[in-house]
């Protein structure tokens, strides 16, 4: 895990009430940098969701490693966005495909927001960036 | 009738859904607008038909079917009952949505490029799309009644509206899922009836809180959904006024809607049969049946007065909160409160809101177009229904204060 | 797989209706061509729904419909599992009915007279009517496989007779439900494969007794009821190949399977979104859930066996009856008896069988041209499943053998 | 009740089991006339049966009486239809209208065969001959 990660995810993990959590969840989607308004295109937008998600995963062919952006127009979307950004970002595709975004929301008590059934993009994201990194390293 | 008494504790406890405990608070059920929860009476309706009675209806010489057939024509003769109309006028369909595609479809033949069709921006999608589709494939004319900047209707600019475009078809909402404001059908009826339309009705909302008659409201058609309205899910209801009904053109064709069957052709029965082809949903029908001696039990104006003091109590609380903007029109409403706090999004508030065991709602609800008309990305609903309490509503208010701490 | 036990008592006393009396007799139930009895799991399933886990699925963000949705799509990995194709290739409709005029309406705008169709003279209504309809509106020929005297198809001639005529698509029979005669497919698929036709094959007799491999089957289009495969009623199963399902035009329209709504056009949602409008059978949806569960535990190669030996042995003991004809084929069937004794009205056999209990249909099995084509005005038909026994076959013979001697 | 049912119905009336019950309805059947195939109109077919069924209501002019004629191709039906035969012909409309089928089948332990979910024309001949008498009447 990186240490991005475990910073980003300490607060959440030390909430014992819901409350708490969700709190701790809008914040750190407070910290996520607003996507400009040029980038919210139709096409980045995840299809299906009650909120607005948009995003985009790119690969740096320099660095090797995965670029991963998304903003959203609720505030839990995008803290839970936050989350994922701070999981897989600036990792190698040999890296990304070791980290199971599952097992850790779980941990976190989250894992109900990445059920299929649940149309917040979360998943969407997670599945597209799983793919990009399978496919970089076949 | 004398006034009866309404024991919802009695009532709240006929439904079992609303006993148990969500995220370790009890269930605050505010999402009835979607679907309604259902009485023991129609869960066990449903299981003694698999239990002990179950057998495929209609053409069965043995003791099952003969029984189920029997029951499944009982539940047709008091639908129409409810609606004070003829069992023959009564279709089965697999919900509100089904009914009304097929009756664009069995206009289809009929319709052309000088033909109007109206429906209004308060529709639901499942009265929106069907007739966009009918358009497409007739050339049909598909124009929109006006709505108030408070997604109500002024009755006298509609019936001026109706009367100048002159329809062959107006379909509208008895009550909008959205925002609960119940239509002012009767003016509309009677202006669309002056000029000879055809006019449907969208009961999906209204069929349960305003139990219409549909005799004296004079449509051609109206639809509703079992689920919403205490009854099991894969169930609609069409109700056509029988020469209306019968002279659309059949819809899905195979078994049971047949009279012979050539290899080369058909011939097919007379309405309602005409419309109901293949196994139907019999358990669905069975457990409606139980839905509606269950309604018939509650008496419909004490479940009206009931469901209007509750609304009127939350509307009172809801307009407490600083910060609130309220969407429905609160003088005539079936109990749906449709709101934002702020420029918050809906979803989040909808989230948190489940935290404390609350169902409600938040999005488009399936009618974008209104949304769009009142400058709205969505909304946050809570819809009510007869087996809510006071106390759902003071946990309700009390949780969204919390809800709203939490956003700051 | 190890050859696993077919207890029969347990499987009996998982079925509740079966223990019931009809008429003072232990009632044997030998109509499940029409419909099944339902094991208690499915209707524990159905009853645990409505009992506490009652939503309406999509778009809620609170708990309960949360839960709803994740039971109603791991329903349709199930069945994607069952038949070995995709989850997204897989629709729910209300019934094999549904889902045949679906695939008939999505090939509306693209057959014209050009266009061949060819079914076969053993097909149940619902695979003639919806076909007659789509060639009236097209102008496309529809014709039909050669059937033998005695209800079977010569595959080579069938085969030779597709070739010959070219059709755009081949729609099909897995097993006739007035005979249980099972279709050889796999040529016939061949054939038609090699002339890019589309194949859809109707699983409503098929789907239980044979769970077919669909993927390696190769049609485009399957389609099955769940109240033939011990499910609830009301809700019906297509299958399409992802490409070929995804290219048919939409058919019932509304909530759920749109994108976008304005009110002069909308955008539709991919398959198999696009085909499903509307609140879904939702309890349906679980309830049949169950039933593949429970069809897992007991696996379809010895549920085959069971029911083989079970048939054979009825028909020992039927021909051994004076006067008997029977109309089935004997050596590849699913399990249902097709017969008449000298030249009596089935009717009037049904109806002395009830008498002791005995649920047997009679008439023509929504199969007017194929008992046109036997000349014959109706049939006796005992339709058998798993769960019937050896001493259902005894009483259902030795109340025959009165029934006979009553008539003279 | 006019005689000629009484003695028809005497032996149903007298059956204890089911099996001998049926008998003699067959046996009734047996006794009622075949109607001559130019009759067998499918006019006169009522329609949604299983089993095929014709029937004539007609009225006599003369005597004032109404004129019930029908035929199956069932055994049982066939009986029933004698039974109501035995029960309506000859009757002038005042007559039929007090004369309930329904009590009638219900005694005979037949009732189920009246019901509106068995398509086996019973019902229908029936109600033909009410409303016709109905008619007759106003
Ligand atoms: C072979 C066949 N096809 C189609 C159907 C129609 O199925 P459903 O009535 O469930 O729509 C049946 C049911 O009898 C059948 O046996
Ligand atoms: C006003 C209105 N019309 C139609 C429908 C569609 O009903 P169903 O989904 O049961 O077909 C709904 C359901 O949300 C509704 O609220």
Same mark, same amino acid.
């Given at each position: ?32 940098? $607003? ?17 607005? $998600? ?85 | ?20 405990? &969500? *995220? ?20 066990? =309706? ?9 057998? *495929?209806?209609?053409? /069965? ?11 499944? #024509? ?17 279709? %089965? ?10 009756? /664009? ?11 109007? &069709? ?12 069907? %007739? ?32 100048? *475009? ?49 005799? #004296? ?16 899910? /894969? ?19 195979? /078994? ?16 309602? =049969?005409?419309? #109901? ?5 019999? =358990? ?5 049946? =139980? ?42 409403? &079936? ?59 003071? &946990? ?13």
């Amino acid at each position: 895990m990186t240490n991005t990660f475990k910073k980003v995810t300490e607060s959440i993990d030390k909430a014992s009430a819901w409350q708490q959590k969700y709190r701790e969840i809008m914040l750190l989607g407070k910290t996520l940098p $607003v996507l400009p308004d040029v980038l919210k295109t139709d096409d980045a937008l995840v299809p299906g969701c009650e909120s607005k $998600v948009w995003m985009f995963v790119e690969f740096d062919l320099k660095e090797n490693t995965l670029v991963v952006i998304g903003d959203s127009d609720t505030r839990i979307v995008k803290g839970l966005l936050a989350i994922i950004l701070a999981l897989y970002n600036g990792l190698t595709p040999e890296q990304v495909v070791n980290i199971d975004a599952y097992e850790e929301f779980d941990k976190l008590g989250l894992i109900s927001h990445l059920s299929a059934s649940r149309g917040n993009g979360i998943k969407a994201m997670v599945d597209k960036i799983q793919t990009m990194a399978q496919h970089k390293i076949s | 009738m004398p006034a009866l008494e309404f024991d919802i504790n009695k009532i709240k406890n006929d439904f079992p859904t609303l006993k148990q405990s &969500i *995220n370790d608070n009890p269930l605050v059920y505010l999402d009835s607008a979607a679907t309604t929860q259902k009485p023991q009476s129609v869960i066990d =309706a449903i299981n003694e038909f698999y239990t002990s009675q179950n057998a *495929n209806v209609h053409r /069965g010489r043995h003791t099952l079917s003969e029984h189920a057939t029997t029951l499944y #024509e009982q539940a047709r003769d008091k639908t129409a009952d409810y609606f004070n109309v003829l069992s023959k006028e009564i279709v %089965w369909t697999k919900g509100a949505t089904e009914a009304i595609n097929l009756v /664009g479809n069995g206009l289809r033949s009929r319709f052309n490029k000088d033909d109007t &069709i109206i429906i209004s921006a308060l529709e639901h999608h499942a009265n929106i799309v069907p %007739w966009q589709v009918l358009s497409q494939q007739t050339g049909a004319k598909l124009i929109a009644l006006p709505v108030n900047d408070d997604g109500t209707l002024n009755i006298k600019q509609c019936s001026d509206f109706i009367k100048q *475009n002159k329809p062959s078809l107006l379909t509208i909402t008895q009550a909008s899922n959205a925002l609960g404001n119940i239509t002012n059908l009767e003016p509309l009826i009677k202006a669309a009836k002056e000029i000879n339309s055809l006019v449907l009705i969208d009961g999906a909302q209204g069929a349960m809180h305003l139990k219409p008659d549909l005799r #004296e409201l004079n449509c051609d058609f109206y639809v509703c959904s079992s689920h919403k309205m205490l009854g099991p899910t /894969g169930l609609g209801v069409l109700y056509g006024r029988y020469e209306a009904l019968n002279a659309l053109d059949v819809y899905q064709t195979g /078994g049971e809607m047949i009279d012979k069957v050539y290899l080369t052709h058909s011939t097919y029965r007379p309405a309602p =049969a005409k419309f #109901e082809t293949g196994t139907p949903n019999i =358990a669905g029908v069975l457990g409606f049946s =139980a839905a509606l001696d269950y309604l018939d039990t509650l008496h419909s104006s004490n479940i009206q007065q009931y469901e209007n003091d509750l609304f009127t109590y939350a509307v009172e609380k809801l307009v407490s909160i600083d910060g609130i903007t309220i969407y429905s029109n609160l003088s005539n409403n &079936i109990g749906t409160l449709s709101f934002n706090f702020k420029d918050e999004h809906p979803y989040d508030l909808a989230t948190l809101l489940d935290g404390y065991g609350i169902a409600v709602r938040a999005g488009h609800h399936c009618a974008q177009p209104l949304m769009t008309h009142l400058g709205l990305n969505g909304t946050l609903r809570a819809s009510f229904c007869f087996y809510n309490t006071h106390k759902d509503v003071d &946990i309700f208010i009390n949780s969204l204060k919390e809800c709203i701490d939490l956003l700051d």
